[in-house]
């Protein structure tokens, strides 16, 4: 299955996405995992995957489905500053806090709002701050927020399928997806190099479809071919 997109992140999630229901529907596939390729745009525009399948909303949408993301997580609440990151708290599902390394609590909402929409940050995020005159006594305020006032944390709103594809990274069968992955990107260099797809020559999306699905049908019979080999001819006496 193929599916021609244009170099952006919301496209290649979207074609994913695509492809996976088309299985789906087509031939009753569900799969049990999925291993992002470290480059899908091969013809024009190469970028890394990890960029796109990464991202919340991806994430999300594959947990929901039940399937495991063996995808690199886009992350960048790490530090670098040597101050505490988001993986420094402790998040307590159960209370809808983050608990800081010196017990202290970071919450989102600190009355009850009669109102849903008060005190929302945005769209798909949540906001945990600290009291001010917590942080402003606390010994480890240099280590957390020197610049600060108090200690503020982004709480997206798919951590938990984020979560959810961080552990996978942890065990084994991960590092073998890596490995296989390796197998996809071998079929993108066949297509640049010997099918000839570092330009396109048909024009617009429809016109890429087209080129990508000739190339793939090319390459499925290559295999076809090395797995029913020919008829040998019977030699004469």
């Known amino acids: 299955g ?20 088309k299985a789906k529907d087509r031939f009753d596939l569900h799969p049990e995992r999925l291993i992002a390729p470290l480059i899908d ?11 796109a399948y990464g991202s919340g909303p991806m994430l999300g949408w594959l947990v929901d489905r039940k399937i495991a993301p063996h995808i690199p997580v886009i992350d960048k609440s790490d530090r670098q500053d040597g101050t505490w990151s988001r993986d420094d708290f402790e998040w307590d599902a159960d209370n809808d806090q983050f608990i800081c ?3 202290h609590a970071l919450k989102q909402f600190r009355r009850n709002y009669s109102d849903p929409n008060r005190g929302q940050t945005g769209k798909g995020r949540a906001k945990y701050r600290a009291l001010k005159l917590t942080c402003q006594a606390c010994p480890s305020k240099q280590q957390c927020c ?25 065990t084994k069968q991960y590092e073998t997806s890596m490995k296989l992955r390796k197998k996809v990107e071998m079929l993108f260099a ?35 071919a090395k797995v029913f080999p020919a008829p040998q001819k019977p030699q004469s006496a």
């Open 190 to 224: 066949h297509l640049k190099r010997i099918l000839g797809l570092r330009r396109l020559r048909l024009r617009g999306p429809n016109g890429a479809n087209d080129e990508f699905l000739l190339a793939a049908t090319a390459q499925n019979l290559r295999k076809l």
């Open 101 to 103: 390394p010196e017990g």
């Open 146 to 170: 020197p610049n600060a006032e108090a200690r503020t944390i982004t709480r997206e709103e798919h951590e938990d399928a984020r979560q959810v594809a961080r552990d996978i990274a942890k």
């Open 41 to 51: 745009c091969f013809a024009i525009n190469c970028r890394a995957a990890d960029t």
């Open 2 to 21: 193929v599916e021609a997109t244009r170099s952006i992140r919301q496209a290649e999630v979207g074609a994913t996405r695509t492809m996976l229901e």
